[in-house]
């Protein structure tokens, strides 16, 4: 006996849907990963900033004076905040310490980047419109499981579960 064409696409279809569901049962353990990744990666860029900065104060200060055009502070000020800025949140970023603190904040300063130097160009736009996604993301869902904020979390409900005992 044929198979009809309107049961043989049911079968076709729901082995791509079987299929289609495995797959993202194998992708949500990658999540995790993904999510320490697009943090590391964030962390790297603005970390290897602030130690460009960091390595002469000087010519840090004259961009500040001369090429960058922070609202509301004066160049020094704005010199040395934005080096201070570019050395810790990273690192708070990359442990996922503070993890959506330190997200919000660094793409907050991203937008301040942006607004600062207009002469940065198309090139340059586009480095940082994925950086504050990525960002974003952070921000809104978290740094995930493989975090110190998620790991704190764990051991701060056990800790209270056991003295409630």
């Known amino acids: 006996m044929e198979e009809s064409p309107v049961a043989a696409c049911s079968r076709v279809f729901h082995k791509m849907e079987s299929g289609y569901d495995q797959l993202v049962h194998w992708l949500h353990y990658l999540a995790p990963v993904a999510d320490l990744a697009a943090r590391l990666w964030v962390a790297k860029i603005f970390w290897a900033a602030g130690m460009v900065k960091l390595q002469s104060m000087t010519a840090t200060v004259m961009l500040f004076k001369h090429m960058y055009h922070v609202p509301l502070l004066p160049p020094v000020w704005a010199a040395y905040l934005g080096t201070g800025i570019e050395i810790v949140f990273p690192v708070l970023l990359a442990f996922g310490l ?26 340059g736009m586009m480095d940082q419109v994925p950086w504050g996604i990525f960002l974003l993301f952070t921000t809104v869902y978290g740094p995930g499981i493989f975090s110190l904020d998620y790991g704190l979390k764990k051991f701060w409900k056990y800790g209270k579960r056991m003295a409630n005992t």
């Open 98 to 123: 503070a993890g959506r603190f330190a997200a919000g904040f660094l793409f907050i300063y991203n937008v301040i980047t942006v607004i600062s130097y207009p002469q940065m160009g198309i090139s």
